[in-house]
DNA sequence: ACCTGAACACCGTTCAAGT
DNA sequence: ACCTGAACACCGTTCAAGT
């Protein structure tokens, strides 16, 4: 499973094979499939322990009472981690891209992540205790999106400094507080 | 070149077939290699294609005198465009994602890409008039990163309404003037 | 219960052979 | 100059056959 999940965002899901995967872990192809019927099945399983993996994560900055400001800085380092280990792209983020050639079970699992995401964030602005009228879970996707953005860009220029100064720029703007 | 934009955009790089595609344009895959010699090849036109063209569409938009609020209007709307269009990602945006896999040659182009919309993006900031002091470039970067995780967020959804509540709060927010 | 080799239809690429 | 069929090593998937 962790030698899948590094491939996927290496690669891409196009870019995972059973082949390889199988001599990574020291069996044959056809014994994978014993255990994930079809390539839709294992990227399901991939991306849904990485979806539990974070919501953990995440819950625990949480737990230790972050305030509102270091837990978003929690969030962006996240997303900065995983550009630094190997330039990879958030496994999320591979696979929306990839949307339209994905089966119906790992589209789920992406959409699963968005909304962990959101939700996430949601509860953090909530914590700077401003008005409730505001519409935290817009807000919310609003960033999750724009972070996913400064991903995508760094990534593709393969430079975490194009990271830091677009989530830098997006604080100065107000967007993230 | 048409009928492999639409493909890669609809099932990314790893989606286009020389097969498929010689069937749809009435040759044969080895035929196809004669004017492309690899994928690569063929990638690199297809993006760079990509680029001319939208970089004729938004000198265009400046041309045409709009002023700040309506160009950025128009470019965000370009984006949304796309997406409307069979939830295609930006060409770019696709790429990308798959950057780790593709050919130095195709690399090049995407990052052409960004280069392009940051130019614009600038140029339109700088219409407002405000501060020379500003640093205009790096706006631009982060608008155009962030619209570019508008879109992909929407495109993972395959919801257009995630696409448009996202760039209003970009608005509401001050990130997009 | 777990693994395997062999087969199937796909893929990019190459190349000798055609017009 | 442009096109083609055939071959190569890849791919996900299936399945009968092994332990």
């Known amino acids: 499973m962790e030698a899948a999940r590094l ?3 290496d690669l891409g ?8 995967l199988a001599k990574a872990v020291g069996i044959k192809s056809a014994s994978i499939h014993y255990y994930f019927p079809t390539k839709g099945a294992l990227g399901e399983a ?3 322990r990485y979806v539990e993996h974070y919501a953990r994560y995440l819950e625990g900055i949480l737990e230790g ?18 550009l630094l280990n190997g330039n990879r792209l958030c496994l999320a983020g591979m696979l929306a891209a990839e949307r339209n ?31 409730g009228a505001e519409d935290l879970r817009g807000r919310a996707r609003a960033i999750f999106a724009a972070v996913s953005g400064a991903q995508m860009v760094a ?7 194009v990271y830091d100064e677009v989530v ?10």
Chains 1, 2 share one sequence.
């Open 65 to 82: 009472g972050a305030d509102r400001a270091t837990a978003l800085r929690r969030y962006t380092d996240v997303f900065r981690e995983t």
């Open 168 to 177: 830098a720029t997006y604080r100065a703007s107000g967007l993230i507080p």
């Open 101 to 131: 050639e994905l089966p119906a079970e790992v589209r789920a699992e992406v959409v699963a992540w968005g909304e962990m995401n959101e939700r996430w964030i949601a509860r953090v602005l909530a914590l700077g205790g401003a008005a």
């Open 46 to 48: 991939i991306m849904r």
């Open 155 to 161: 990534h593709g220029r393969h430079e975490v400094a």
């Open 7 to 9: 491939t996927v965002q």
């Open 13 to 20: 899901y196009g870019g995972l094979s059973f082949r390889e």
